[in-house]
């Protein structure tokens, strides 16, 4: 049975940082592209990052969707069989709740295509 858990949000002020953590079990991420989406209430949900399976050279690809570049990161520690999304300079409208999914691949449209995701950590960023 696949289950991914998110955790790690929080209330966080504008500007500070945070890191989410996806734990896979029943599945080995590495295998998969693994992302974070976020939806807010009343909104769509949107990608946020995603990284693709590891291959045979470690390497990692990456996308992040344009509001978030340059002030998050996508990482996976396949070890642990962990994703994690680490939030620098947050702002009001990162709020949201944050969501792990597998997917086939990496791009700007993983999300139509995810398989399995969690139930969610939510952000607020407030003063």
């Known amino acids: 049975q696949v289950q991914l858990e998110e955790s790690g949000g929080g209330l966080v002020q504008p500007g500070g940082s945070v890191r989410l953590s996806c734990a896979g079990s029943?599945?080995?991420?590495?295998?998969?592209?693994t992302g974070w989406f976020r939806q807010a209430p009343g909104e769509e949900r949107e990608g946020v990052a995603c990284i693709s399976s590891s291959d045979s050279k470690g390497d990692d690809r990456t996308y992040y969707v344009d509001s978030v570049k340059g002030r998050f990161t996508i990482s996976r520690d396949n070890e642990k069989n962990m994703v994690y999304l680490q939030m620098n300079k947050l702002k009001p409208e990162d709020a949201a709740d944050y969501y792990c999914?597998?997917?086939?691949?990496?791009?700007?449209?993983?999300?139509?295509?995810?398989?399995?995701w969690g139930q969610g950590t939510q952000v607020t960023v407030s003063s």
């Open positions: 999914a597998t997917a086939p691949a990496c791009s700007s449209r993983w999300t139509l295509f995810a398989a399995y």
């Open positions: 029943g599945v080995t991420l590495a295998y998969f592209t």
